[in-house]
């Protein structure tokens, strides 16, 4: 073990602090979204241990570029470490966090009662999500339970956070002060209707969008266009998908067999054409972040290294969409200024 | 019937109609089932919901129809079972995600929706099912809320006076009457 994966600094103390006016976690994500900076969240690979020093490990090299970890639940149903175990950690150790919540393995008794854990072990952003079905994860004989959808559950949260009661209507002292998050799939059937089904997810409770792998552009441009028509990028704020990939042969298989992943041909071609496709998956990634960065209404862009993680903080660094803002603040001292957390002021844009 | 259910979607307009008609007709019906006993009409008229339904929409029997607000096409036939659109998986052409041979519900959804006259109710946000109800007819219980929407709308007068003499009403409730009258013990209003 090394010396910044050991976590004996300071004593973490549990408060509960009502977030700054404007506001409704006061999660980081937030305060960087609101004061109209382009922000960048990275996906985590979560590890199949027990061991913290690999959560740690693998939050390393997204840390220093992200001003949020997504720690995916048990996505494409191939169990991994939890989700809120995940958080947890990471939140102690300084990190902005994003808390997904599938709705495939638990109920609402569950989701309820893991959010109130989450908002206690000081997770302020959560990411609601259908999830994918059991069939295509490592124990297709599990039983799907979906008593939620993502809109469902995205409701009830709110209701949480901004009722203060359980579905139930039972009352909670504190409620959970969440960022809430939902999924979006711009580059998938049905098209038509997709902007239309982030206009149900703003009503339904979502402050924050996280779209899936962007790799169509003009696809993607014709769903922005009408989203501002629908005026929804003034009332939520929209994160792009992106990521590197590895080789022609890995885009084919991940379009095949990963649900809702749409890659141009052209876009493979590209890759299959060039002596290094590792180097030309990263190059595309860049400017797809650099065009997608162009885009009105678009506010950040979420990066999905599945397995390339090494690779995520060359690329947001080179596509200069952070603009020399450093996220990273932690607890542990490595940096010298205060960054992050406090360095951002809000000047409250769309949203409450 | 797979055939059936996409028949009923493309036809969403006139199975609209149908259905407003029809609803329409059990509200109207409400004081006749409250007389007989919902209780006693409940298994038969579960029977029959459960036959056209299934043939017409493949029916889950979820107990909490929404068919008017998704476009014609039942949600429960969904692998996943959502309530509020399509997940994030749907194949190329709309395909499920799930059972590739079957077209995304949520994808006939919103087309029904788009042939439907009050289509846009497919924006409305709906609560997750109360898997108690399962089984139990979707019919009846709209007939029941839908009637029972109308009296209280016909009850706001007294609700507001109850709630404007919030004293007299805890301390006298027969000056300030919130339960439901029996016809016997009520005039017809002069007006009326």
């Known amino acids: 073990m090394n010396e910044d994966q050991q976590l004996k600094p300071e004593p973490w103390l549990p408060s509960y602090d009502d977030p700054p006016p404007g506001h409704v976690s006061g999660s980081r994500l937030e305060r960087v979204l609101r004061s109209g900076q382009f922000a960048v969240t990275a996906e985590l690979n979560p590890p199949d241990s027990a061991d913290p020093a690999d959560v740690f490990e693998a939050a390393r090299p997204l840390a220093e570029v992200a001003d949020a970890?997504?720690?995916?639940d048990a996505s494409g149903a191939n169990c991994h470490m939890s989700s809120i175990g995940i958080c947890s950690l990471l939140t102690r150790a300084g990190h902005g966090?994003?808390?997904?919540?599938?709705?495939?393995?638990?109920?609402r008794i569950a989701i309820q009662g893991d959010v109130l854990g989450a908002a206690a072990m000081g997770v302020r952003n959560v990411l609601c999500l259908t999830g994918d079905g059991v069939g295509v994860g490592d124990q297709p004989g599990a039983k799907p339970v979906f008593d939620l959808d993502s809109l469902s559950l995205l409701r009830t949260i709110r209701t949480m956070r901004d009722e203060g009661t359980f579905l139930s209507g039972r009352r909670i002292t504190r409620p959970p002060r969440m960022f809430l998050g939902a999924a979006?799939?711009?580059?998938?059937?049905?098209?038509?209707?997709?902007?239309?089904?982030?206009?149900?997810?703003?009503?339904a409770g979502a402050d924050f969008i996280q779209t899936n792998y962007i790799f169509d552009v003009p696809v993607f441009e014709r769903f922005m266009a009408r989203v501002r028509d629908l005026g929804l990028e003034r009332r939520v704020f929209i994160l792009a998908g992106v990521g590197p990939l590895a080789s022609a042969r890995a885009a084919r298989w991940m379009r095949s067999n990963v649900p809702g992943i749409h890659i141009p041909d052209a876009v493979i071609e590209r890759i299959e054409k060039s002596a290094k496709p590792a180097e030309e998956g990263k190059r595309l990634c860049i400017e797809l972040m650099q065009q997608?960065?162009?885009?009105?209404?678009?506010?950040?862009?979420?990066?999905m290294a599945y397995r390339r993680e090494h690779e995520v903080s060359e690329i947001v660094a080179e596509s200069g969409v952070l603009k020399g803002r450093v996220p990273e603040r932690r607890r542990t001292p490595v940096t010298k200024e205060p960054v992050g957390e406090n360095a951002v002021e809000p000047a409250g844009i769309p949203g409450k | 019937m797979y055939r059936v259910r996409l028949f009923a979607v493309r036809h969403s307009r006139a199975f609209e109609w149908l259905y407003a008609r029809l609803e329409s007709t059990m509200v109207a019906l409400d004081p006749l089932f409250a007389r007989i006993g919902y209780g006693r009409i409940e298994r038969p008229i579960a029977a029959i919901e459960r036959a056209t339904k299934g043939l017409l929409f493949d029916c889950k029997m979820c107990g909490q129809c929404v068919l008017s607000s998704t476009g014609m096409s039942c949600p429960m036939n969904c692998p996943k079972q959502l309530r509020n659109g399509p997940c994030g998986g749907v194949r190329p052409g709309g395909y499920c995600e799930v059972k590739p041979q079957m077209r995304c519900v949520w994808v006939l959804a919103w087309d029904g929706a788009a042939r439907m006259k009050d289509g846009s109710k497919v924006r409305d946000v709906q609560p997750p099912v109360?898997?108690?109800?399962?089984?139990s007819s979707s019919w009846l219980r709209v007939s029941r809320?839908?009637?029972?929407?109308?009296?209280?709308?016909?009850?706001?007068?007294?609700?507001?006076?109850?709630?404007?003499?919030?004293?007299?009403?805890?301390?006298?409730?027969?000056?300030?009457?919130?339960?439901?009258?029996?016809?016997?013990?009520?005039?017809?209003?002069?007006?009326?």
């Not at chain 2, 109360?130 to 089984?135: I, P, Q, S, T, V």
């Not at chain 2, 709308?153 to 404007?164: D, F, G, L, M, N």
Request: glycine share 4%.
């Open chain 1, 69 to 72: 970890i997504n720690a995916t």
């Open chain 1, 97 to 107: 966090t994003i808390y997904q919540i599938s709705c495939r393995d638990r109920n």
């Open chain 1, 184 to 203: 979006e799939n711009p580059c998938v059937p049905p098209l038509d209707w997709r902007p239309e089904r982030l206009a149900k997810k703003v009503e």
């Open chain 1, 292 to 303: 997608i960065r162009e885009i009105p209404g678009v506010a950040g862009v979420h990066v």
């Open chain 2, 130 to 135: 109360d898997r108690r109800l399962e089984g």
């Open chain 2, 145 to 192: 809320e839908k009637a029972a929407g109308l009296r209280e709308a016909r009850e706001a007068s007294r609700t507001t006076i109850a709630k404007a003499f919030p004293d007299a009403r805890a301390h006298e409730p027969a000056a300030a009457p919130l339960a439901t009258e029996p016809a016997a013990a009520i005039k017809p209003g002069r007006d009326q």
